[in-house]
């Protein structure tokens, strides 16, 4: 990266306004201030654009209610009938029925008593369909845990700005970027790193010449011979 990260968080800060709705985990935590609610939004963002995880997640909500106890008792078939136009629906609604049942049966049906915990992230990870990302996200999003979740967009973003090798793994990437904005907030830059990937920094034909940090970007210096 060729600019400190000031520069770049600030330059973000003021270009891009973040809309809740564009990042269902952010918007059901804001909504409904329920970490459960907000891990069935996550695990339903998986494969999935937002806006459509977010359809899914208000019709799980209307037909049968976002809270282990009603999911654990409704039938696959109904889960799977509100979560059709979100994408893998029969996985997604197999894994929310399965966490909700371990929730109330380990947990007395409430996620706080993992997330409480010293070894939250490590708890989650022990579930089917929670993988590191999903994990993230939650505890950042509803417990504001020093963690950054990295998502397609963060990734690309950060391999081309030169924070990170082009071979990183997720932990690399995770790590590197909290450990270099630890001053910031995180959900924030979390949010403004995926409104930069998807409106300038796409995977393809991604628009340099328009970009606000092109003079912190190495790929952008690569592609036009700045040293």
């Not at 339903?44 to 809270?67: C, F, H, M, P, W």
């Not at 109330?104 to 022990?126: C, F, H, Q, T």
């Not at 939650?138 to 845990?145: A, D, F, M, P, S």
């Not at 932990?171 to 990937?197: E, K, M, P």
Request: proline residues 2%; glycine residues 4%.
């Amino acid at each position: 990266m060729r600019c400190k990260p000031n520069i770049l968080y600030d330059k973000l800060s003021n270009s891009y306004t973040i809309k809740a709705e564009d990042y269902i985990a952010y918007y059901v935590w804001l909504k409904f201030k329920d970490c459960f609610k907000v891990l069935v939004a996550t695990i339903l963002s998986q494969n999935s654009t937002d806006k459509s995880a977010l359809r899914a997640y208000l019709l799980l909500e209307t037909k049968i209610g976002v809270n282990p106890g009603n999911l654990a008792s409704a039938s696959l078939s109904e889960i799977e009938e509100a979560l059709k136009i979100s994408g893998l629906y029969k996985t997604k609604a197999n894994r929310l029925k399965n966490i909700s049942k371990i929730l109330l049966e380990r947990y007395d049906g409430s996620i706080e008593n993992i997330l409480n915990k010293d070894n939250a992230r490590d708890e989650l990870l022990k579930f089917d369909g929670i993988g590191e990302k999903t994990a993230d996200v939650v505890l950042l999003t509803c417990k504001g845990y020093k963690v950054f979740p990295v998502d397609t967009h963060i990734s690309r973003v950060s391999k081309r700005l030169g924070i990170v090798p082009e071979n990183a793994n997720y932990n690399v990437i995770s790590s590197t970027l909290r450990d270099i904005f630890s001053n910031y907030d995180l959900l924030h830059l979390h949010h403004l790193l995926i409104a930069h990937g998807r409106q300038t920094c796409k995977a393809r034909k991604p628009l340099c010449n328009s970009c606000i940090i092109k003079e912190c970007c190495d790929y952008y210096s690569n592609r036009n011979g700045k040293a």
